[in-house]
């Protein structure tokens, strides 16, 4: 991981919102770098507290980030206009897990293209790799980890509530699910947590990927 990332762990907790901004600017710069986030795609979110987060506003530049971009919103009130449009996702998931501290949003090439591929199973399982214990909890290769697919929508309201009623009864969770064509949204205790998933399903997505097209 790059410097901002590890940067994360020396911000004082005596500021909650700018600790959420932080993770949220290290994670947008760690992304960009990698080619995950083009052309303004992707969106971030840390948690500050049981009932707010900071969020990325729609159509920033996710790899140059600076606080003007990132709205602070309380989850149980209504959503202000200009955040991420697709700021719905990442409420209702921190609504439903309160373990939760941060979501990210990435466009990366292996998760566009693996959520299409798999998109008619509705879900992507992930097993045999040892890099799955990057996971948070995962001790086995021989975990069997589903990724949830989902078709994409541009009603993130909708969307959301489909997420997360599946989410409820989905057995054998990975840390993230795809939109189909779209990209992954991956979560984790923390915002490094976070960063190791998403760079743990690129890997994991670019194996399977090849896998599905030449299995030994
Ligand atoms: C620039 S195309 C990608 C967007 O349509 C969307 O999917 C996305 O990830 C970023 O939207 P944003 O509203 O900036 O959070
Ligand atoms: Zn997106």
Same mark, same amino acid.
């Given at each position: 991981?790059?410097?901002?990332?590890?940067?994360?762990?020396?911000?004082?907790?005596?500021?909650? *919102?700018?600790?959420?901004?932080?993770? $949220?600017?290290?994670?947008?710069? #760690?992304?960009?770098?990698?080619?995950?986030?083009?052309? @303004?795609?992707?969106?971030?979110?840390?948690? $500050?507290?049981?009932?707010?987060?900071? $969020?990325?506003?729609?159509?920033?530049?996710?790899?140059?980030?600076?606080?003007?971009?990132?709205? *602070? $919103?309380?989850?149980?009130?209504?959503?202000?206009?200009?955040?991420? %449009?697709?700021?719905? &996702?990442?409420?209702?998931?921190?609504?439903?897990?309160?373990?939760?501290? %941060?979501? #990210?949003? *990435?466009?990366?090439?292996?998760? %566009?293209? +693996?959520?299409?591929?798999?998109?008619?199973?509705?879900?992507?399982?992930?097993?045999?790799?040892?890099?799955?214990?990057? #996971?948070?909890?995962?001790?086995?290769?021989?975990?069997?980890?589903?990724?949830?697919?989902?078709?994409?929508?541009?009603? @993130?309201?909708?969307?959301?509530?489909?997420?997360? +009623?599946?989410?409820?009864?989905?057995?054998?969770?990975?840390?993230?699910?795809?939109?189909?064509?779209?990209?992954?949204? +991956?979560?984790?205790? @923390?915002?490094?947590?976070?960063?190791?998933? &998403?760079? %743990?399903?690129?890997?994991?997505?670019?194996?399977?990927?090849?896998?599905?097209?030449?299995?030994?």
């Amino acid at each position: 991981m790059n410097a901002p990332a590890l940067n994360e762990q020396r911000v004082t907790d005596a500021d909650p *919102v700018a600790s959420a901004q932080q993770q $949220v600017m290290a994670a947008g710069q #760690f992304a960009a770098a990698r080619g995950w986030v083009p052309a @303004t795609s992707g969106n971030f979110s840390a948690r $500050v507290d049981a009932d707010r987060i900071v $969020v990325t506003r729609s159509g920033a530049d996710k790899g140059a980030l600076t606080p003007a971009d990132l709205a *602070v $919103v309380n989850l149980r009130e209504p959503l202000p206009p200009g955040l991420s %449009a697709e700021a719905p &996702l990442h409420v209702a998931r921190y609504l439903a897990d309160a373990s939760i501290g %941060a979501i #990210f949003h *990435v466009h990366s090439p292996a998760a %566009a293209l +693996a959520s299409r591929r798999n998109a008619r199973h509705g879900v992507l399982t992930l097993e045999g790799w040892e890099l799955q214990k990057a #996971f948070a909890g995962v001790t086995s290769h021989l975990a069997v980890l589903n990724v949830p697919v989902f078709a994409n929508s541009q009603d @993130t309201v909708a969307l959301a509530a489909e997420v997360e +009623a599946r989410l409820q009864n989905q057995a054998d969770l990975a840390p993230g699910y795809l939109l189909a064509g779209h990209g992954l949204y +991956a979560w984790g205790r @923390t915002g490094r947590e976070t960063l190791r998933h &998403l760079e %743990a399903f690129d890997v994991l997505l670019q194996l399977q990927l090849e896998w599905e097209r030449n299995p030994l």
